[in-house]
């Protein structure tokens, strides 16, 4: 975008000047919030910049904009003579009106928050990032809608604070009885936030609320909730830990404050607890939902959120403030020209993402402190995936996983396959078989078996998980490889996730590859044989299968002359294991294969390299969709390629030297 010295130079001085161009909330201007026209009164000093919205809705402050004096308006609009008390009055009357118009004249004159830096009691003056989030706020309920927030937060620039004192202003200002919730991971978390707003109080102008000072009340011997008596508004905290607190209470706004670490456990799930509270706010104006959190990590309901609200999937609008829009990130640059030619690819890439280079020499001067890029990144997010990464050692590369969940879209359809008549295992359960759609089947379809029946296109891998809700997922995973005939690369057709017996996972697979043309089943076979000490539990399974069922994967010759054991299925070992992962890094690198399923992309982001040089989820994570996709991908690329149809018949299953380079 910017190719020579020079350009980049201008472009920077740009940049600098939108960051440090005027601002001034008392006077309104350089504000960007809400649409702004410049006034002059004479005894108020100097021009004003007040809201449109103020100006056309009343028209008494318009004709005094049009006087341009305060005497001359009580005058000759009013027929009053001006004196000290008429002009007290009508300054007075220009205030209250002001604050219901403008929230950042309310909150330069009339909130007081504890600076984080020096402790002392200040004004609260919005720096870059709160504006941003004040923009969002203020374009929806100017045009009378709902307002719902997603914010990802990345280090301490002042979006709980924000949030919070805009829903004082709504509280204090415009609603009365207008409950809220403010509920955050942890129950001193969210008093904190509570008790930033009574700060807040402590210091409001009594003449706003007629002399009598505005405080929190307790209500009706309710611990977690307070009453604003002046205007009946209720503010109830609480916790994740203890849902109970806040369920069933009437409110119209909420405050949920680092979402993604709320616990999800059988007993207390985060989607259950934002969805009843969510559930008990009108969509009617001026109500407020904030969902606010610093990442962590992938596959959890706060990242799922976001990522539907990135696609315009959710009811929410998203928020992230990469470190450089933050102004206490940036270092002076004695040397422009010089700085530019040692441009690191990263650094380019900043550079194009829209940072100055103050902000460049601050983070080459940070990023010394970490040994791991990663680490620098995880604590500084420039974007959302490097906001989501976890801090380990990663396999894949942020950038690729990123360009992989470009293509994945919702299923087709949602069901499970049933064979006509019912039946669960043996030769009757491959018969007949119909998808059925149903919304709590765990089979998920991205496409139905292609009415071209090539030869070899479809592989269907399988990862046995446990049996229990609480272990690992069992995954069935269908890849077409029918783009490869015309240089394509392998795509996702469906997958199937569950907890099942094993016996019935074995038939559950069979009957999807029997669905996907007969496609070449391919089991990883350690959960089985790790079953029974003899190591033959997996055989009697799959040589039942196998006699059933023809094309299955074996890794061991399958020579009728040999008096050797068929082995079916795909053994990982430490060495199989890295085999399937480096070739897996290499897929995504050169993007070898179309993925469709979003919750995979969430394995990827938290699947680590550990300390002794294993492979797996960290800690609390699922790796079993990866694993599915390791075995299947490994396969399908390195298997004899797809050939035109020809008439069934029935073949030898696979040998591991016929699916290996």
């Known amino acids: 975008m910017y190719d020579n010295i020079p350009d980049i130079i201008a472009e920077n001085r740009r940049r600098l000047d939108t960051f440090s161009r005027p601002y001034d909330q008392v006077t309104g201007q350089g504000s960007t919030a809400l649409p702004r026209s410049e006034v002059h009164i004479d005894e108020l000093g100097g021009p004003l910049w007040l809201p449109d919205d103020m100006l056309r809705q009343h028209h008494w402050v318009d004709r005094l904009c049009r006087c341009r004096s305060l005497h001359t308006f009580l005058r000759d609009e009013l027929g009053l003579a001006p004196g000290p008390d008429t002009l007290e009055q009508l300054t007075r009357q220009l205030f209250a009106l002001r604050i219901r118009y403008d929230f950042e004249f309310w909150a330069a004159t009339c909130v007081t928050i504890k600076d984080k830096l020096s402790g002392s009691d200040i004004p609260l003056f919005l720096n870059y990032p709160q504006r941003r989030l004040l923009a969002l706020l203020e374009h929806d309920r100017r045009q009378r809608k709902p307002i719902r927030i997603i914010l990802l937060k990345a280090r301490q620039w002042g979006g709980s604070t924000l949030t919070q004192t805009y829903m004082a202003w709504m509280q204090l200002v415009h609603r009365t009885g207008w409950n809220s919730v403010i509920c955050a991971h942890l129950k001193d978390a969210a008093a904190n936030i509570k008790g930033m707003y009574a700060k807040l109080l402590e210091n409001y102008p009594d003449f706003l609320s007629d002399g009598n000072p505005v405080r929190f009340e307790p209500f009706q011997q309710m611990h977690n909730t307070s009453i604003l008596r002046a205007t009946r508004c209720k503010v109830t905290i609480g916790s994740a830990e203890t849902p109970n607190s806040i369920r069933g209470t009437d409110i119209a706004m909420a405050h949920l404050s680092e979402v993604a670490f709320w616990p999800n456990t059988k007993e207390k799930r985060s989607t259950d607890l934002i ?144 064979p006509d008549p019912p039946c669960t295992t043996g030769p009757d359960a491959l018969r007949n078989l119909t998808f059925l759609p149903d919304t709590t089947g765990h089979l998920f379809l991205w496409a139905y078996p292609g009415e071209n029946r090539t030869r070899r296109r479809y592989i269907v891998s399988v990862d046995i998980g446990g049996r229990s809700r609480s272990a690992d997922y069992s995954v069935i995973t269908v890849i077409d490889r029918q783009p490869l005939l015309t240089g394509g690369v392998p795509e996702i057709a469906a997958t199937w996730r569950g907890h099942t017996d094993h016996d019935l996972l074995v038939w559950k697979a069979a009957q999807i590859a029997t669905w996907y043309h007969r496609a070449l089943l391919v089991f990883e076979s350690n959960t089985l044989e790790a079953e029974n000490s003899d190591g033959l539990h997996d055989q009697f399974i799959l040589e039942t299968l196998a006699g059933i069922y023809p094309n299955l994967y074996a890794r061991t010759p399958a020579d009728p002359n040999s008096t050797g054991t068929v082995r079916y299925g795909f053994h990982t070992n430490r060495s199989t294991k890295t085999l399937l992962i480096d070739y897996l890094v290499m897929l995504l690198r050169e993007g070898g294969y179309i993925e469709r399923d979003t919750r995979v992309c969430d394995e990827y982001d938290t699947y680590e390299k550990k300390a002794n040089g294993s492979f797996g989820a960290i800690d609390g994570r699922h790796d079993d969709l990866l694993m599915s996709r390791a075995i299947g991908l490994y396969v399908a690329c390195t298997w004899a390629p797809p050939a035109p149809a020809e008439p069934p018949r029935r073949q030898r299953p696979p040998t591991l030297s016929e699916a290996t380079l």
Not at 323 to 328: A, F, P, R, S, V
Not at 359 to 380: G, H, L
Not at 385 to 392: L, P, Q, R, Y
């Open 275 to 418: 969805r009843s509270v969510a559930a008990t706010i009108p969509l009617v104006p001026d109500t407020i939902v904030v969902l606010e959190s610093t990442a962590n990590g992938t596959g959890d309901y706060f990242h799922t959120e976001y990522t539907l609200a990135r696609k315009g999937q959710s009811d929410k609008t998203p928020l992230f403030i990469p470190w450089y829009e933050i102004e206490m990130y940036r270092l002076p640059v004695p040397d422009s020209e010089a700085l530019i030619r040692q441009f690191t690819p990263y650094d380019r890439y900043l550079w194009e993402a829209g940072a100055t280079l103050e902000a460049i020499a601050w983070y080459r001067q940070k990023r010394k402190e970490y040994q791991q890029p990663a680490d620098m990144m995880a604590e500084y997010p420039s974007n959302e995936t490097e906001a989501f990464a976890h801090s380990g050692e990663r396999v894949f590369d942020p950038e690729r996983i990123q360009a992989l969940r470009n293509g994945c879209t919702p299923p087709l359809a949602t069901g499970e396959l049933q």
